[in-house]
T-cell receptor, first 110, second 115 residues
Framework: DAKTTQPNSMESNEEEPVHLPCNHS???????IHWYRQLPSQGPEYVIH???SNVNNRMASLAIAEDRKSSTLILHRATLRDAAVYYC???????????FGSGTKLNVKP | GAGVSQTPSNKVTEKGKYVELRCDPI?????LYWYRQSLGQGPEFLIY????????DSGLPNDRFFAVRPEGSVSTLKIQRTERGDSAVYLC?????????????FGEGSRLTVL
């Protein structure tokens, strides 16, 4: 199973953009890249996903490298409510398994 | 409610006891997942159901752990002869099933403490 590598923690200032990196050098051609986040004392929640092209939604943007060996989750304006652990996950095309790593703990300073 | 519901939210038990954790998925979701999360770690995959059958139980740590979903809706995770190392938050997630975006909807988890 392809694995992901993320920094343990990152810090951002409120209302500034945040770029959360993820390396997945062993990704296969049919693996989707998913991002989830987990706020304290809650279950993870879906943020965004993509396959090859960059993706935007109301929560964030996902930038995928051309070789697909890395991706970046972009929060355009961080708020205090964005402080959470962010997980980058590879989902096999048959989507029956989602493997979570340790994630990146994002701290947002006011 | 419209989301994934897990009960109990907290369970404290003694070593050696039997425990059941329940998950009510979103209505109509055919796929159901159980994860276990220890403090400071990401969720660890345990088992995945598609309908009533366990499509993948490769994450169950040993034969003390068992899960069922007899009618393809509610699922119960069963832990026999609990050990202190079983203490964790047990998360349940559901998904509409084949042919969708693959988004998982998680419950808030059941925190199990084994004394």
């Amino acid at each position: 199973d392809a694995k992901t590598t993320q920094p343990n923690s990152m810090e951002s200032n409120e209302e500034e953009p945040v770029h959360l990196p993820c390396n997945h050098s062993t990704i296969s051609g049919t693996d989707y890249i998913h991002w989830y986040r987990q706020l304290p004392s809650q279950g993870p929640e879906y943020v965004i996903h993509g396959l090859t092209s960059n993706v935007n939604n109301r929560m964030a943007s996902l930038a995928i490298a051309e070789d697909r060996k890395s991706s970046t989750l972009i929060l355009h304006r961080a708020t205090l409510r964005d402080a959470a652990v962010y997980y980058c996950i590879l989902r096999e095309d048959n989507f029956n398994k989602f493997y979570f790593g340790s994630g990146t703990k994002l701290n947002v300073k006011p | 409610g419209a989301g994934v519901s897990q009960t109990p939210s907290n369970k404290v038990t003694e070593k050696g006891k039997y425990v059941e954790l329940r998950c009510d998925p979103i209505s109509g979701h055919t796929a159901l997942y159980w994860y276990r999360q220890s403090l400071g770690q990401g969720p660890e995959f345990l088992i995945y159901f598609q309908g009533t059958g366990a499509a993948d139980d490769s994450g169950l740590p040993n034969d003390r752990f068992f899960a069922v979903r007899p009618e393809g809706s509610v699922s119960t995770l069963k832990i026999q002869r609990t050990e202190r190392g079983d203490s964790a938050v047990y998360l349940c997630a559901s998904n509409p099933g084949q042919g969708n975006t693959g988004e998982l909807f998680f419950g808030e988890g059941s925190r199990l403490t084994v004394l």
